[in-house]
């Protein structure tokens, strides 16, 4: 019976030590996961990337390709349940621009964004500056932030630019003139308050900007108006052989796009550094790349065969442009018929504009690339027929159009 008790009690000794082990092996195990998963959840490399940290050895590092949204305090937070967008600003930067970041941006963004401040203890400071611009200026930030569809910024000549995108950019200049600085120039606007950008996203915006351009549904800001002179051109990004390159191995669309070339002149290399994060439902899905290519001077020709390389397609476009122009009046003369939007009792220039882009998307156009150039504004009895660029300046949230007063343009083949 004493044997049997003793043979009991080692063997239950032994469970006992199994168990220890095991429960410690786990519990070891955890502990390096939870290291691991601490080291790998770099949601702040965004902010690393932009102030040129000097710690990161780009070649080694292991982004995370998930980034929870547990952690409220994590910047990419902003980005849940945020559309993507296709990379298109390449279309009107300069050819030599060396950084860009963009980022989707509507109102529902903004409030992910008021949300991480809250939980990072910094809300106080916006509401306060949010307050000081409502006082002002009457300017209402959720209001601005809901036409909007891309923010972000570029580098160019060691300058910093920060930009707005707009599929309704008459209603961003409108809210704009809200806090207009009058200036003495014809090529640039400025703004009076300089809490926009913060407003938007601090942590990125970190310059004051004040003096802006719009380029169709871009506004473009700068804390100088001599450096938008700049950015004015007609050799564009879209044309650079080695941003080509890089474009074309982003093959999806995320809500955060950054590019950096940080190749030197004097490298035989290009350092293309890719970052990119999509909002999915309960995280981040984050993509890192570090690009080497091989400069080909074949194709990166000097500046001034690149300008006369323009130049001769320019001429080329501008004549098919003449030609495309001429048949489509040609083909109108048939009549295709117009399509107009007639003011109502007491209804503003917007609601009607409004009217008017559900009218013309209906019938196939886009509303922002026809306007200009195509839609008139009637008045008096039809006596007086004002261009868009006009009648914005007359009309827009100054003086109620008069009933019967209407938009007007010649359907044309598009």
Same mark, same amino acid.
């Given at each position: 019976m004493s044997k049997l008790i003793q043979n009991i009690a080692f063997v239950i000794l032994c469970l006992l030590t199994i168990g220890y082990w095991v429960y410690n092996g786990f519990q070891n195990n955890n502990d390096d996961i939870l290291k691991s998963s601490v080291k790998d959840d770099n949601s702040d490399l965004i902010f690393q990337l932009l102030q040129n940290d000097t710690s990161l050895i780009y070649d080694s590092i292991l982004s995370s390709d998930y980034i929870s949204y547990s952690d409220t305090t994590n910047f990419t937070n902003i980005l849940k349940n945020q559309s993507t967008h296709p990379i298109t600003i390449d279309e009107i930067l300069p050819y030599y621009t060396s950084?860009?970041?963009?980022?989707s941006y509507n109102n529902s963004t903004l409030n @992910?964004? =008021?949300n991480y401040l809250k939980n990072t203890i910094?809300? @106080?400071n916006w509401d306060s500056l949010n307050k000081n611009l409502e006082t002002l200026y009457n300017f209402n930030i959720i209001e601005f932030s809901s036409y909007l569809e891309e923010i972000g910024l570029f580098k160019l000549d060691s300058l910093t630019y920060f930009y707005l995108k707009s599929d309704e950019p008459y209603n961003i200049e409108s809210l704009l003139n809200l806090i207009d600085d009058s200036i003495s120039n014809n090529y640039c606007k400025k703004v009076s308050s300089h809490h926009l950008f913060p407003l938007l996203l601090s942590e990125i915006f970190l310059k004051d900007v004040s003096y802006y351009i719009n380029i169709g549904e871009y506004f473009i800001f700068?804390?100088?108006s001599v450096h938008l002179r700049k950015i004015f051109g007609n050799n564009l990004l879209i044309n650079n052989p080695m941003f080509s390159y890089y474009k074309n191995k982003q093959f999806n669309n995320y809500s955060l796009n950054y590019f950096n @070339? =940080?190749?030197?002149?004097?490298?035989?290399?290009?350092n293309i550094i890719s970052y990119q994060l999509r909002g999915e439902q309960n995280g981040v899905i984050s @993509?890192? =790349?570090n690009f080497k290519i091989k400069k080909n001077t074949d194709t990166i020709s000097d500046t001034s065969n690149r300008d006369i390389t323009y130049n001769k397609s320019s001429n080329e476009e501008n004549n098919i442009r003449e030609i495309i122009e001429e048949t489509q009046k040609s083909l109108q003369s048939n009549s295709l018929g117009k399509i107009?939007?007639?003011i109502q009792n007491e209804e503003s220039f917007r609601s009607g504009s409004i009217k008017l882009k559900e =009218?013309?998307?209906k019938a196939g156009y886009n509303y922002n690339k026809v306007k200009e150039n195509h839609v008139y504004f009637i008045t008096d009895n039809g006596s007086i027929k004002i261009n868009w660029s006009d009648a914005v300046n007359l009309y827009l949230d100054k003086k109620l159009p008069a009933e019967g007063d209407y938009f007007y343009m010649e359907k044309f083949y598009y």
């Open positions: 950084e860009y970041l963009s980022i @992910n964004y =008021k910094n809300f @106080n700068s804390s100088d @070339n =940080k190749s030197k002149e004097s490298d035989t290399l290009y @993509n890192f =790349k107009t939007y007639y =009218k013309l998307e």
